[in-house]
C-alpha cells in the first residue's frame, strides 16, 4: 500500500518570505517515483517536478527547491521569496509502476499555500 | 500542441439525471485514467483504460461507468448522480512502458455540480 501525508493543511505567508511544504510517504517498492503538483483555482494540476527512488540529489528550479531525503521518507519543497502567484494547493504525490505497465498515483491531501501581499 | 482536452470545464446536473463527461487526447497515450476530486481532498482514481481494457479501482461506485471507443476518447457516465458525487472529475492519459516512468498528463477537469 501507498501513502502519502503532508501534515500542513494551510499555510499563509507574506509575500517574499520563504515557505517549506513538508511531504512524508510510505511504500514498500523498491522503484517509484515522487511528484509535486500545484493546483491554483482554476483547478487543473500542474507538474512540478517528478523524482525517483534512485536519485537523492536535491534540485533547484528557480525559486522552487525539493530535498528528497529516503532515510526519513519525505521529499520536502521550499518556495523562496514566495509571491502571489504562488497561492495554490500543492499535492505530494507518489506512484510505483504496476506489473501491467501503467501507474497508479496516489495523492497526499494538498497543502493550501496563500502568501498575503 | 499535444494536449488531454476535458469538456465541459463546468457542468450542472439535477439529482438522478445521467450525465456524461469527455475526455479526448492528442498524444495517442494508450493509457486513460479518470480521477475524482472532491473540495479540499486528493484526488482518488476511479479507473483507467489500458487500450480497451477497463481496470475498475475496488472502491469506485457502480454509479460510475465508463466508455472508451477509441484511443483518442474516454467517457465518464454518472448514471444517478447524488450530491455526494459534485466535483471536480481529472482525466489523465500516459504511455505504458514496460520499466521506468510514464507520465501522466492531466487536462483541466469538469467541475460537476449536482442541483
Known amino acids: 500500500a501507498q501513502k502519502v501525508t503532508q501534515a500542513q493543511t494551510e499555510i499563509s505567508v507574506v509575500e517574499k518570505e520563504d515557505v517549506t511544504l513538508d511531504c512524508v510517504y510510505e511504500?514498500?517498492?523498491?522503484?517509484?517515483?515522487l511528484f509535486w503538483y500545484k493546483q491554483p483555482p482554476s483547478g487543473e494540476l500542474v507538474f512540478l517536478i517528478r523524482?525517483?527512488?534512485?536519485?537523492?540529489q536535491n534540485e533547484i528550479s528557480g525559486r522552487y527547491s525539493w530535498n528528497f531525503q529516503k532515510s526519513t521518507s519525505s521529499f520536502n519543497f521550499t518556495i523562496t521569496a514566495s509571491q502571489v502567484v504562488d497561492s495554490a494547493v500543492y499535492f505530494c504525490a507518489l506512484s510505483a509502476t504496476f506489473s501491467g505497465g501503467y501507474q497508479k498515483v496516489t495523492f497526499g491531501t494538498g497543502t493550501k499555500l496563500q502568501v498575503i501581499p | 500542441d499535444a494536449m488531454v482536452i476535458q469538456n465541459p470545464r463546468y457542468q450542472v446536473t439535477q439529482f438522478g439525471k445521467p450525465v456524461t463527461l469527455s475526455c479526448s487526447q492528442t498524444l495517442n497515450h494508450n493509457v486513460m485514467y479518470w480521477y475524482q476530486q472532491k473540495s479540499s481532498q486528493a484526488p482518488k482514481l476511479l479507473f483507467h483504460y489500458y487500450d480497451k481494457d477497463f481496470n475498475n479501482e475496488a472502491d469506485t461506485p457502480d454509479n460510475f461507468q465508463s466508455r472508451r471507443p477509441n484511443t483518442s476518447f474516454c467517457f465518464l457516465d454518472i448514471r444517478s448522480p447524488g450530491l455526494g458525487d459534485a466535483a471536480m472529475y481529472l482525466c489523465?492519459?500516459?504511455?505504458?512502458?514496460?520499466?521506468?516512468?510514464?507520465?501522466?498528463?492531466f487536462g483541466p477537469g469538469t467541475r460537476l455540480t449536482v442541483l
Open positions: 489523465a492519459t500516459s504511455r505504458k512502458k514496460t520499466s521506468g516512468y510514464n507520465e501522466q498528463f
Open positions: 511504500t514498500r517498492d523498491t522503484t517509484y517515483y
Open positions: 523524482r525517483n527512488s534512485f536519485d537523492e
